[in-house]
C-alpha cells in the first residue's frame, strides 16, 4: 500500500547503515539503492574562450590529464560501482573518509575542508516530489569535490537542473565561463536550493486544498493527509536545516578556494536557505494550526449530534410516558371514562411540548 | 470565495520564484503583480536652503546629472518594467543582484552593503489591512538603495506615507533638509514601521471582539476566524522578523554611509521592532489562549447539553417501563383489579422521581 | 461591562501611537490619559548636611539654578501638559527623542545614554492591582533622568513609594543623603521592582483559590477567570523582561554616572528582577497545569453522566420492550393465557437485570 | 485540608517580601518561619593534626580570637535572632547586603564575592520531602560565607548530614582536614546536592507508581496527584537551576578563594547539576506523556461506554417501536387477527436484530 | 509484569546514589548490578609489526611491566570487584574521582582530562534493545582511560563488538596497529556510536508497525505502546546528548594525547552523533503526532457512533410516540373507529421518516 511504502522510504533513513557497525570505519560501501545500470562520467573543460564537451570511462587517460587552464567539471552518475569510486580517490588524491561520505548517501549536508590537498568536499540533498499516486517526497544525495581549478559532482542518478547549466556554460557569453570552479559550485547549489522552493510549493497547495475543504465543505476526513503532510516537512527540514551552516562555513573560514567575489553570491544563497527553512516553520505552524481546527470542528459537531439526540429524546421521551400511562389495563382508571380524557391528553401534550421549545430556544439551542 | 483568495495571497509568497529555477542567477525577472500602468520616476533634490521636484522620464538627463551638492531622492514607482530598472542599474552602477533583489518582490527584509560602488541596498515590506469583505492583509516590497548623497525608492505603488514625507521636505524649517540622505532613509523606514502598529492594531481590534463574543456572548464559533487571523499574524511576524537583524547591522557595522548623528534614531527604530515583534508574541499566546478556552468551553456546552439528555432520560425511560407493565394484556394480572392500583402506581412513580431529583441535587446536577 | 473592559486597558498598549504615523518623528504628542488636572513640580536638594524641599513652577527661577553641590531629585507629575516637558527639555538640554519618549508611556523599559550632555535615560513601568470589581491591572510609564548630581523623574501620578523614599531622604542619617544621584535612582528602581512582588503575589493568591475550588470544590467554571489572569500574566512578563537587560547596561558599560560602589546594589536589583521573571514563567507553566487539569476534569464528569445514562438506558430500554410485547393486541397470543405468565415475565426481568449488574460490577461501571 | 496547606507552602515563596516594599534596601528582616527556639552557635576549629569542638554564645570572646593557623566551621542555627545576625555582620566586616541575603530565606541560589573583605557570599537550598499525609516539599535556606581559612554557615535548622561532615572531620585521617576552607564548603555543598538525588527519587517512585496504576489498574484519577507532582517539580527545578551558574562562576572567576585543587571537585559538582536537571526535565516530559495519556484512556473509555449505549438503543429502540405498533386499538387492524401474527412479528423482530448484530461485527464493534 | 520491570530499569538510574549521600566523596561503590561472576582482565599490545594478547589477573606482573615501545589495550571487564579496581588506580596512578566514576555506573556522557598524571577519561553508554518479551532498552557504562601509549577500558559485561575490533588489530594490514591509543579509542567509540543506530532502527521500526496499524487498520489502541517508546526515546537522548560536548572537547582542547591525524575522524564521529540526536527528535515530533492523530481519530470514531445513536433514536423515537398514542384506552377516542385509521397511521409515520431521511441526506449525516 502507499502509505506504507511512504513511510518506509525516509523513516530508515539510517537504517542501512547498520550493516556497516563493527566493520572498519573506512570500508567502502555504497549505502543507497542501485537506480540505474551502468555508471556514466561527463566531463566538462572550459575557460572564457571556448569549452570542450567529453563523456568517458574511468580508465580513460583524459582523467588523468586534465587540461591544467581550464575549469573541468567532472560529472559522474552512478554510484553503486564503488571501484570507480576508489579510482577517482587514486587520481584526485582523496581522504578516505571523502569517498565514504560519497558512497553513504544518507547524510545531512556538510562541507568539509581538506587543506593537505587543497580541496573541499560537501554533501547536499536533492528532493523531487513524486505527484503520482504515491504522493511522496524523494531523496537524492549530491557530493561536490571543489578543487583549484576543478569540481567534481558525484550523484546516483543526474538531476533535470544539470542540463540547464551545461546549456549555460556552452552558450555563455563570457560570464560564467569566465568565473572559476568555486562560481560553477555555487551555481549548482544554487540550482539545487532553488528547486526546494518547488517541493515547498507543493506542499503549500496540498496545505491550501486541505484548508479549503476544512472550511469550505465542511469535510474534517484529512488527519491522515494532514500527519503525511506533517511527516514530511519534519523530514525535509531536517535534511536542509544543516545547509546554513555548510554556507556559513564557506564564507566565514579563511577558505583561499572560495574567491571574494563569490562571497556575495554566496550570501544570496543564505538568504535562500533561512528562506526555505522560515517558510517550513510557518508551513509547520500551519499545520498545527489546521489539527487543532479540525479537532474543534469535530467536537462542533459532536454537539450539534449530540443536540439533535438531546432535542428529540427531550421532547417525545415524557410524551411517550404520558401515551404510555393511558394504555395501562387498570380496572378502575377515571381518566379513561372522562369524555374529553382524549383531547385533554393531547393538549396537555401540546402545552408541554409548546415550553420546552420555548426553554431550548431561550438557551439557543435551536 | 474570499477564504480561499485570502489563503492564496501570501501561502504562495515563494511561489513565484519556481519560474526561475535552472535559469541563469542574475536573469532579471519581475515576481510580482503589474498593479499599476505605467512607471513614474519622482525625483526631490533638496540641501538646507531650498528644493526642486520633478517628475521625469527614465531616459531624462537630469537623471545622469544629479546636482552633486544636494540630497537627491529618486522614487521609482512601477517594477513590471524590468528595462527601466535595468537602466537604473547602469546609471548607478549597481551590483546585477542589487537589480534581481529589487525585482524580485517576495523576499524577507534584509540589508546588504556593496563597498565597491559605495552603496547600501536595504529591502523592507509595506503592510495594508483591507478592511473590506475580504479582511486580508496586502503586502508590497519597497527597495532602497543608499548611496553618499542620493536615495532611490523602488516599490509597485506607492504608499500613503511618502506623499507625508514629501511635505515635511517640503515644509522643513531646516531640520529635515539638514542631514544626510541617511536620515531620509531613517525617516522612511521609520514611517513604514509605525504603519506596522496600524495593522497590528485591527488585529487586537478583531480579537477583542472574538474574546468578547466568546465571553459574553457564549457564541463559540470562531474558529475560522481565530484561524485566520493566528495565520496573517505567523506570516507578519515571520515577514518583519528579519527587520531586527537589519537594523543591526546598520548599527553595528562600520558603514561609513550611516552618520554617527544618525545611530540614535536607528536605535530608536529598534525598540520599534523590538514592540511590535512582542506584541505579535503577545497577540499568538492570546490566539492560543483562545482557541483553547473555546475548545473548553465547547466541552462545557457538552456537558451540560448530555446532562440534560441524561436527565430526562434517567426520570423518564423507568416510569415509561412502569406503565408500560400495566398496559400487558395478560389474562391473571392481580394488579389490575386492585381498587387503587392505578392511584399506587402514579404514586410509586411520583416517589421514583422524587428520589431522582434528590440524588441529582446532591449531584450539583441541578 | 468589566470584562470589556479589562481588555482595552492593555490589548490597545500600541494603539495610541497611530495617530503619529506618518507625522515627524520629533514631535511631541503625550499618548496617555490625563488623569490630573495640574502639573506638580516637587524639587527635593540634599547632601550629607541637609535638605531643602520646594513645589515650584516650571517658570521657577529656581530651577534655573540648582544648588551645584547638592543632589537634586525633581520630580515632575503630570505629563498631559506638553510644553511643560517641552521647558525641561530646553533647561537641561535634553535630547529630543528624550522628550519624545518621555511623553509616549506606551513603552517598554529602556535605557539610553547621552554622552554628548552626560544624562542616562532610563524608562520603567509601574503595575497596580486594582482589586475592585475590574480586578484589572493598571500600569503606568516613569522617566528618569539621571545626571552628574541631580535626577529627574516624570510620570502622570505618582506612586505612593516616592513619599516613603522622601521620608528616609528627610529622616537618614546620613546613608541615603551621603550617597550620589545614582543611588537615589536605585532606590526609585528598587521601590518599583519591589513593587511587582505584590502584584505577583495577587495573582499567586488567586491562581491558588482557583486550584483550590477545581481540586475542592470540584467546580470547573473558572475558564474566563484562568484566562485573564493568563493574559495579565502575558502583559506583564513582556512589560517587564526587558528590565534585565536595562540592569545589565547599567552594569556593564563604562556608565561613569553609575559609581562603582552602586553596582553592588544593582546586582541585587538584577537578582530581583531575575526572580520576578522565573516566578511568572512559574505562574504561567501553573496555569497551563490548571488548564490542562480543567479539562481533564470536565472530561471525566462527562464520563461520569454518560455512564448514568448508559446504566439507565441500557437496564430499562430492554425491559420495556419485553413489557411492549405483551402489550400486543394479538388475536392469537398463547402466554397471555398462561396462568404464571404475568409472573413469569416478572422473574424474567428480574434475572436479565441482575446479570446487567453483574456484568456492570465487573467492568467497575458501578 | 492538605491539599490547600500543601500549594501554600511555596506558590506565596515571594510573597512574604512584600512588607519589606518600600522600607529602606538594608533593613534587616527575617522572612522565614521561626522553627526553633533558640540560636545554636557551634564552633569546630580543625587542622592537619587534631580539632577542637564548642558550642558557645554570640558574645563569647572565642568567636573574636580564632586561632590563625586553623580552619574554622562556625555554624549557626536559627536566623530568627536578627540581632545575633547583625553582632556577626560586625565581626566578620560583613556587606550590608550579605547580612540581607542570610536573612531573606526566598532567594534562588547565587554567590556574591566581595573582594574589598575577601569573602565570598553563596546561597543554596536545601529540600526535604515530608512522606506524611501531605507529601509535600519543604524548603530551607542554607548560607555559606567563605573567608581565607573560615567557613560561616548560616541557617534556620541544621540538616541531618551536617552532623555527617563534622563526623568526618573528627575521623578523618588526614584528608579532609589537611585541605582549606574551599574544601569544606565544597563537602557541605557537594551533601547538599546528593540530598536533591533522594527527593528526585521520590518523584520518580510515585510517577511509576502512578503509570503502573494508569496501564495495569485503568484506573484514571490520577490527575490531581500529577497534578500535585507537576508542580513541585516546577517549583524543585526553578530552585535549584541557578545552582549551575554558581558553581560556574566558582571555576572560571579568578577566585582566589578556591584553590586550583578544589576545582576538579567542583567540576564534578558540576556534572551532578547538570544531571539532576536533566532528570527533572526528563520526569516532565514523562509527566506531560501521562497527563496525555490519561486523556486518552478518558476518551477509550467514552467511546466504549457510549458504544454499549449505542449497540443497546439501536437494538431496542425500533424492537419497541414493532411491539407499539400492535398495541394500538384500533378497531380495524388486520394483522391482529391473523393467525401466525404474533409469531411473524416475533420472526422479523429476531431477523432484523440479526442483520444489526452482522452489521455491527462488521464495524467492528462488537 | 513486564511494564513496571521496564519502567524501573531507567526511572531509577540515579537512586542508587542515595545510599551515598553524606558519605565521603572519593568512597568507592559499585552502583549496577553484578552480571557475571569473575573478574575478567584482557591485554592486547602490539605495535605495527606485531601482537600479543594475554588474559591475565589484576596481581600480574606483567600489568606492572607493561612494554614501553607497544601500545596496549587492557580491557577489564567486572566491576563489581572494586578492589581490583582499586588496585588499577594503584598501578596508574589513577585520580580518586576517576574510579569512583568508573564504578558509579548511572552517569552521563562525560571527558575529564588530567594533566598531571597525562590521562584522559572519557564515560560513554552502550545501548541493547533487547527484542524479548520486555521490549526493553538496556544500557551498560564503559569507561576508557587514555594514556599515551595505554587504553584501558572499563566495563561490567563486554559488548559484542569489542571482539570485531581485536580481529581488526590481529588482521590488520598495518593501518589500525601502525597508528596510536588515541585512534584505538576512537575506534572503540565509534563502534558504539554505531550500535546506537541500530537502537534507533528498532524504534523506527515500531513507529511504522504503529502507524500503519493507526491509518490502515483503524486500530487505536496503542497509547501504552508509544507511551513506553517515547518514554524510552526520552531516556535515550538524554543518555546521549553529551555526547556532543564530549567529542567537542577532545577536539577543541589543546588535548596533546589526541594526534592531529585523529581529528578528521573525530569531526566525522561528530556528524553521526549529530545524526542520531537529530534522529531522535524526528521521532519524537513523529510520535506525538501519532498521539493527536490518535487522539482525532478516537474523536472522530465517537462522532460516527453517536451519529448511529442518534439517527436510530431520532427517527424511531417519534414514531414509537405515535404508536404509542393509539395503544391508549380511552373510552372516547375517535381516531381508533375511522375505517382507515390504521393505514393513516402508518402513511404517517411513513412520511415523517422520509423527510427525516431526507434532512439527514441534506445535513450529510448518512
Redesign the interface.
Known amino acids: 500500500?502507499a502509505?506504507?511504502k511512504h513511510?518506509?522510504n525516509y523513516?530508515?533513513?539510517?537504517?542501512r547503515?547498520?550493516e556497516?557497525?563493527?566493520?572498519?570505519?573506512?570500508t567502502l560501501i555504497y549505502t543507497g539503492e542501485k537506480r540505474r545500470e551502468d555508471v556514466s562520467i561527463n566531463i566538462m573543460s572550459y575557460n572564457e574562450k571556448g569549452y570542450t564537451e567529453k563523456v568517458c570511462d574511468v580508465e580513460d587517460n583524459y582523467l588523468k590529464n586534465l587540461p591544467p587552464d581550464n575549469i573541468t567539471w567532472i560529472n559522474v552518475d552512478g554510484l553503486h560501482e564503488v571501484n570507480v569510486i576508489e579510482k577517482f580517490g587514486e587520481f584526485f588524491n582523496l581522504?578516505p573518509?571523502v569517498l565514504e561520505d560519497i558512497l553513504n548517501v544518507n547524510?545531512?549536508p556538510?562541507v568539509?575542508e581538506y587543506q593537505e590537498n587543497d580541496i573541499i568536499y560537501i554533501t547536499l540533498n536533492e528532493f523531487y516530489f513524486d505527484d503520482g499516486k504515491h504522493n511522496s517526497l524523494d531523496r537524492d544525495q549530491i557530493s561536490l569535490v571543489l578543487g583549484k581549478n576543478f569540481l567534481i559532482t558525484f550523484q546516483e542518478e543526474e538531476g533535470?537542473?544539470f542540463e540547464?547549466?551545461r546549456d549555460?556554460l556552452r552558450n555563455s557569453k563570457g560570464?560564467?565561463r569566465a568565473r572559476g570552479a568555486d562560481y560553477l559550485a555555487y551555481?549548482l547549489i544554487?540550482?539545487i536550493v532553488?528547486?526546494y522552493?518547488?517541493v515547498?510549493?507543493k506542499y503549500?497547495e496540498r496545505?491550501?486544498t486541505i484548508?479549503?475543504e476544512i472550511?469550505?465543505s465542511?469535510n474534517?476526513?484529512h488527519?491522515?493527509t494532514i500527519?503525511h503532510i506533517?511527516?514530511d516537512l519534519?523530514?525535509f527540514r531536517?535534511a536542509i536545516a544543516p545547509l546554513k551552516e555548510v554556507i556559513y562555513q564557506l564564507l566565514k573560514q579563511d577558505i583561499i578556494l572560495i574567491q571574494p567575489s563569490s562571497k556575495?553570491?554566496l550570501?544570496?544563497l543564505l538568504?535562500h536557505a533561512?528562506?526555505?527553512i522560515?517558510?517550513i516553520?510557518?508551513d509547520r505552524?500551519?499545520i498545527s494550526?489546521?489539527?487543532?481546527?479540525?479537532?474543534?470542528?469535530?467536537?462542533?459537531?459532536?454537539?450539534e449530534?449530540?443536540?439533535?439526540?438531546?432535542l428529540?429524546?427531550?421532547i417525545?421521551?415524557?410524551?411517550?410516558?404520558i401515551?404510555?400511562?393511558?394504555?395501562?389495563?387498570?380496572?378502575?382508571?377515571?381518566?379513561?371514562?372522562w369524555?374529553?380524557?382524549?383531547f385533554t391528553?393531547w393538549a396537555v401534550m401540546i402545552i408541554i411540548t409548546a415550553i420546552q421549545i420555548i426553554i431550548f430556544k431561550k438557551n439557543?439551542?435551536i
Chains 1, 2, 3, 4, 5 share one sequence.
Open positions: 500500500m502509505t506504507t513511510v518506509k523513516i530508515r533513513t539510517q537504517s547503515q547498520k556497516k557497525t563493527g566493520s572498519s570505519p573506512g581522504h573518509l547524510q545531512l556538510k568539509d533535470d537542473y540547464a547549466i549555460r560570464r560564467i551555481t544554487d540550482a532553488d528547486s522552493y518547488i515547498l510549493d503549500s496545505l491550501e484548508e479549503n472550511f469550505v465542511k474534517e476526513d488527519v491522515e500527519h506533517n511527516k519534519i523530514f531536517r556575495a553570491f550570501r544570496d538568504d533561512n528562506q526555505i522560515s517558510q516553520d510557518v505552524e500551519f494550526d489546521l489539527i487543532q481546527t479540525n479537532m474543534t470542528n469535530l467536537n462542533s459537531r459532536l454537539n449530534i449530540i443536540k439533535v439526540l438531546t428529540i429524546s427531550t417525545f421521551i415524557p410524551l411517550t410516558f401515551v404510555g400511562v393511558y394504555g395501562m389495563n387498570f380496572d378502575i382508571f377515571p381518566e379513561l371514562h369524555k374529553y380524557g382524549y391528553v439557543k439551542w
